[in-house]
C-alpha cells in the first residue's frame, strides 16, 4: 500500500531573524552576516529570504530587553492592543515586526519565521513551536536531525493556540525559534555560531528541496510536549533564591528526571529532591534569563509523532478568503 | 642548614567581599550565606571576618555595574578624587568601600581583602594580586592548591604600583581577587559555588592557623605574571567584532599559546592565529565583561616564585607612623 502524500503551498518566503534577545549573540552575528551577504545569494527564485534584526536596542546595549521582554509580545491582544508615549518600545517593536512579517494569522504574513536564540542550558540545538502537527516544521526538524548527526537536535512542543502564542516566530504561516546552547548571554562561542549557521543552512536547504517538488516521506519523530516549569526555592522575604539547580541535575537536559532525583543543592548544601510523581525529561535547566520570570527548570512529556509524507503543492490559487486550494 | 623564618603581624581582620560585579553570583549568594550566618561563627578570637556586599545596586539589577565598572575605581587618584551630584554610584561606593575597609595605604586598612568574582572563562580558580613578593598571599594560594588538590588553582600577578591598582583587593594591607569559572553572569552553578565557598574556608583555616603561631615552610611555586591584552578583530566602521575564539583556543586557558597556533574564528569561517613570537600563556579567555574593554584574551608569562617560610611575628606594637615592630 502507497503512503500518501500531503500537499502544502511553496514555502516562498522566510524570515531569518536574530536579536529578538539582544545578549543572544549567535543569532545577532548570523544576522550581520546575512545582511552583509545574503540579498543576492539567498534570493535565488525557490526561496526569498529576509533577514531581520528584532531589537536593535537591545542588541546596541547588549541586553535581553531595555523595558520588556519583546519575545512576549506577539500574542493578538499585544500586537493589537493600544499605544502611546509610555508604551514600551518592545510593544512598538512588535507591531513594527508583525507589520513587516505578518500580519499574524492572515495569508500576507510570511511563510516561515526562524527566530534565532541562544541559551545557557545544555540544551543542544532546538526547535520549539506551538504545534505538533505542523509537518512543514516537524519535517524541516526532522531533515536536520539527518543532515547534523553530530549535534543533539530536538523540538519542543508548547501547547498554546495561536492567538496566544507569545513569541516572534508565531507570526509566520509557519515558524519556530532555534535554541542553540550552552552559551553564555553576552559571549559568542566558535562552535554554537557554526551549529546555528550550518542548522540555517539546512533549513533554507530544505525550503528549496521542497520548493522544488522533492517528496519527503513520512516518519516517526520524537517531539516534547512542555508539562510544567518549577521554579527555585526562594525566602519568602526577600525573594532571593536559596538553592541553586544540584550538581547531578545541572547539564542533564533532556535525561529523564525521575520522583526523588536530586534537583537543588541548598547554600548550606542540603539536597532537595523532584517531588512529582511522573518521570519527566528537564530542559532550560538553569538558563540565565530565566530567573527573572521564576523559572528553574521546564518538564516535558517526550511523545512519538507520525509525520506524512509531505509535497508542495502546485497550481495555487490564494482565494478571497485568504485560504489556498489545489487549482486543479 | 636551616631555613629563616620571615616574621610578619597577625592577619587579624578579613574581608570577604562579593557582588564587587553584581551578575557574579557565587559571590553574591555567599556573602550573603555568611551575613546570615558568619557573625558568631567568624569571630573566634583568632581572625574577625566582615563580609561585604561591595556594590548592592548593582547586586539588585543583577548588572555588573550600574554607572561604571565599581572594580577599577580603586585608584587613589579615584578614591582621592572630588565627587558631585553627577558623580557616578559606583565611584561614590568605592570612596564608601575605602572608608570601611581603608583607607588603602594605612595602618587602619584591613589585614587581607578577598574580593569575590566569576569569569565566564575556563579558568578554574585564580588568585589575581599585585604582587608576587606579597608572602602572606603567596602562602595562602599555596595552601589552596595544596587543600583543593581536585581544582586548578593559579596565581595571576598583575604588576601595577599600588597606588595604581584598581580593583578592591588593593584596598586591603594584603588581598586578592578570586575568580572562579566558567560561569555565565546571572547564572548560579553549583560546582562553582562549592569551590569558592571551600576556598573561603580554606583561606580563613589558614589564617587561624597563621594567627596561631604556626610556621608555613618555604616553597617554590609558579606564578602567571600578566603580559598584554588582546583585542577581537573588529570592523574599522562599527567596531563590531568579526571572529571569535578560535574552537582549539576556546576553554584552553593556562595552557600554552605558541606562535601560529589558531586564535581567532572569523563569521565567515577564516582561521586567524597568534602572530607573536613568544609562546605565552592565555587566560581570560571569551570573559564576557571584557568584550567592551577589548580583551578578547589575557597572555602570561610563567614564573617560578621561590616564597620563603614564614610565621607570625609576636609583641607587636603598632608605632606612631603606623608601621610596625617587633617590642622585644
Not at 39 to 55: I, Y
Not at 98 to 114: E, H, I, Q, Y
Not at 176 to 188: D, K, L, R, T
Not at 254 to 264: C, H, Q, R, T, V
Request: aromatic share 8%; hydrophobic share 35%.
Amino acid at each position: 500500500m502507497e503512503e500518501e502524500v500531503m500537499h502544502f503551498p511553496a514555502v516562498s518566503r522566510v524570515a531569518v531573524c536574530g536579536g529578538t534577545h539582544g545578549n543572544e549573540l549567535s543569532g545577532v552575528y548570523l544576522v550581520r552576516e546575512c545582511l552583509k551577504t545574503a540579498k543576492k545569494a539567498e534570493d535565488d527564485g525557490l526561496v526569498s529570504v529576509l533577514a531581520v534584526m528584532s531589537n536593535p536596542r537591545a542588541v546596541q546595549q547588549c541586553r535581553r530587553y531595555t523595558e520588556t521582554d519583546l519575545n512576549r509580545c506577539f500574542t493578538q491582544a499585544t500586537l493589537n492592543g493600544p499605544v502611546s508615549d509610555r508604551t514600551p518600545y518592545e510593544i512598538i517593536r512588535s507591531q513594527e515586526l508583525n507589520s513587516l512579517l505578518g500580519p499574524k494569522g492572515t495569508p500576507r504574513a510570511v511563510d516561515l519565521v526562524c527566530d534565532l536564540h541562544n541559551t545557557t542550558a545544555n540544551m543542544g540545538l532546538c526547535l520549539i513551536a506551538y504545534s505538533d502537527s505542523d509537518w512543514i516544521s516537524l519535517h524541516i526538524f526532522r531533515y536536520l536531525q539527518r543532515q547534523m548527526s553530530d549535534t543533539p537536535v530536538r523540538y519542543i512542543h508548547f501547547d498554546l493556540p495561536s492567538k496566544e502564542a507569545f513569541s516572534l516566530d508565531s507570526v509566520g504561516k509557519h515558524g519556530f525559534a532555534i535554541e542553540v546552547g550552552p552559551q553564555p548571554h553576552g559571549v559568542m562561542r566558535s562552535n554554537i555560531y557554526t551549529t546555528m549557521k550550518l542548522a540555517v543552512q539546512h533549513i533554507l536547504d530544505w525550503v528549496r528541496l521542497f520548493n522544488s517538488g522533492a517528496v519527503f516521506e513520512g516518519d516517526l519523530v520524537e517531539v516534547y510536549s512542555m508539562v510544567k516549569n518549577i521554579d527555585y526555592p526562594r525566602d519568602c522575604e526577600t525573594l532571593n533564591i536559596t538553592a541553586a539547580i544540584h550538581p547531578k541535575l545541572q547539564d542533564q537536559d533532556f535525561y529523564l528526571l525521575s520522583p526523588s532525583d536530586p534537583m537543588f543543592q541548598t547554600f548550606s548544601g542540603e539536597t532537595l529532591r523532584y517531588k512529582g510523581n511522573e518521570p519527566l525529561y528537564p530542559f532550560f535547566i538553569n538558563e540565565c534569563a530565566y530567573y527573572e520570570k521564576g523559572i528553574a527548570l521546564s518538564l516535558a512529556r517526550r511523545r512519538c509523532v507520525k509525520i506524512p509524507a509531505i509535497q508542495m503543492q502546485t497550481g495555487i490559487e490564494l482565494q478571497d478568503n485568504g485560504s489556498t486550494s489545489v487549482s486543479e
